[in-house]
Antibody, heavy 119, light 106 residues
Framework: QVQLLQSGAEVKKPGASVRLSCKAS????????MHWVRQAPAQGLEWMAI????????SIAQQFQGRVTMTRDTSTSTVYMEVSSLRSEDTALYYC????????????WGQGTLVTVSS | DVQMTQSPSTLSASVGDRVTITCRAS??????LAWYQQKPGKAPNLLIY???TLQSGVPTRFSGSGSGTEFTLTISSLQPHDFATYYC?????????FGQGTKVEI
């Protein structure tokens, strides 16, 4: 069965960087794009970025460009997202989500990684 | 970016009620719309895609309709498990966007 297993919670100081991981299993990793979506406490969902695991190409939402880097490791079926220059507003639950048949909606989600940015 | 606006933000209902949530897009997105259900402490769960196609395993009391800029999610008879927050999401443009959510509460 399809599973997306995300890395554990992180606590970071303002200005630091954080690298999140999402390990996929149960399907052909290269065949489906992966997205990152975040949710601030008691807030809605915000799309951040997408990566094509086949060639590593990525697209990042405008508000995150310059601060977000997406990579993948096909040998371990893992995608990574690094967010730099963290600020308190980046405190959120970060989800990876598989793109269903590369159409644009999300059929499987990871369990989420809580990132807390605090001095 | 395409802006998505849901209404209402909160909806009070009872078990057995028929519930309708509306989602409006700032420009036409054809039928490239999905609906998700999210319960507290859990990741969102896909309910409907392409505006009206029910995801496998989702109960048939859920239905979606609409195209262009106006869409609806209907729950025909609200069940206790359905009290949750619902989000619409457009995938017409590469930059996906979500509505702000509709909380369905007792």
């Amino acid at each position: 069965q399809v599973q997306l297993l995300q890395s554990g919670a992180e606590v970071k100081k303002p200005g630091a960087s954080v690298r999140l991981s999402c390990k996929a299993s149960g399907y052909t990793f290269r065949s489906y794009s992966m997205h990152w979506v975040r949710q601030a406490p008691a807030q809605g969902l915000e799309w951040m970025a997408i990566i094509n695991p086949s060639d590593g190409s990525a697209s990042i939402a405008q508000q995150f460009q310059g601060r977000v880097t997406m990579t993948r490791d096909t040998s371990t079926s893992t995608v990574y997202m690094e967010v730099s220059s963290l600020r308190s507003e980046d405190t959120a639950l970060y989800y990876c989500a598989r793109d269903s048949w590369n159409t644009g909606y999300f059929d499987y989600w990871g369990q989420g990684t809580l990132v807390t940015v605090s001095s | 970016d395409v802006q998505m606006t849901q209404s209402p933000s909160t909806l009070s209902a009872s078990v057995g009620d028929r519930v309708t949530i509306t989602c409006r897009a700032s420009q036409s997105i054809s039928s490239w719309l999905a609906w998700y259900q999210q319960k507290p402490g859990k990741a969102p769960n896909l309910l409907i895609y392409r505006a009206s196609t029910l995801q496998s395993g989702v109960p048939t009391r859920f239905s979606g309709s609409g195209s262009g800029t106006e869409f609806t999610l209907t729950i025909s008879s609200l069940q206790p498990h359905d009290f949750a927050t619902y989000y619409c999401q457009q995938y017409n443009s590469y930059s996906r966007t979500f509505g702000q959510g509709t909380k369905v509460e007792i």
